[in-house]
């Protein structure tokens, strides 16, 4: 069974300042790995993906996030922080392989607060 | 590509009438989900098809909701009868894959009141 922690459920920064979001995840077979970002009332929107392939993925509105095996973790950075920024992100995990059922399983989320 | 499509947007209604949330998936993709999001507990998977057979529908909270795929175009989540703890919001997703790799693309969501 998969599972994913976000550590943190609100972080607050300052416009121009590294954003890092959080997200550890637990599975018995290897991951596909999603960021999603959620502006209010509005749907979910894929942010980026890892499906075994480089391990630094890059993704829309300037995001990224590296797949780290040994800490089991997918943390999600920006270098500088812009007010549109301001959401709710979410992590989720789901297996590859023949544990795959094509189920995500998402985190709690966590919401950034970008300050002027 | 219009993405999926969801309606109502908004629904508001009484205490044990029936509910029923639409979803129109992207034309092509063969899995569907239904989420519901609270503050309380987050996005949880209701039930989600692949082929419009239902494949896992352990998150639907009671028999008093039920979803059907009848094609691979349009896809019913019905609550009968509803109550107040019904309230959330219900996205839709969908995805090309059965195996999750592209991961989904989700409506804009229904916002459910039950007063």
């Known amino acids: 069974a998969q599972s994913v922690t976000q550590l943190g459920s609100h972080v607050s920064v300052s416009e121009g300042a590294l954003v890092l979001l959080r997200c550890n995840y637990s599975?018995?077979?290897?991951?596909?790995l999603f960021w999603y970002v959620q502006y209010p009332n509005q749907g979910l929107q894929l942010l980026l993906k890892?499906?075994?392939?480089?391990?630094l993925v890059k993704g829309i509105n300037g995001f990224e996030a590296e797949f780290k095996k040994s800490e089991t973790s997918f943390h999600l950075t920006k270098p500088s922080a812009h007010m549109s920024d301001a959401a709710e992100y979410f992590c989720?995990?789901?297996?590859?392989?023949?544990?795959?059922?094509?189920?995500?399983?998402f985190g709690q989320g966590t919401t950034l607060q970008v300050k002027p | 590509d219009a993405g999926v499509i969801q309606s109502p947007r908004h629904e508001v209604t009484e205490m044990g009438q029936e509910v029923t949330l639409r979803c129109k998936p992207i034309?092509?993709?063969?899995?569907l989900f239904w989420y519901r999001q609270t503050m309380m507990r987050g996005l949880e998977l209701l039930i989600y098809?692949?082929?419009?057979?239902?494949?896992?529908d352990s998150g639907m909270p009671e028999d008093r909701f039920s979803a059907k795929m009848p094609n691979a175009s349009f896809s019913t989540l019905k609550i009968q009868p509803s109550e107040p703890r019904d309230s959330a919001v219900y996205f839709c997703?969908?995805?090309?894959?059965?195996?999750?790799?592209?991961?989904?693309?989700f409506g804009s969501g229904t916002r459910l009141t039950v007063v």
């Open positions: 997703a969908s995805s090309p894959s059965k195996n999750g790799d592209y991961g989904y693309t």
């Open positions: 599975s018995s077979v290897p991951p596909y």
């Open positions: 890892y499906t075994s392939a480089a391990t």
């Open positions: 989720a995990v789901t297996a590859h392989g023949s544990g795959n059922t094509g189920k995500l399983i």
């Open positions: 034309s092509g993709h063969n899995s």
């Open positions: 098809f692949n082929n419009n057979v239902p494949i896992d």
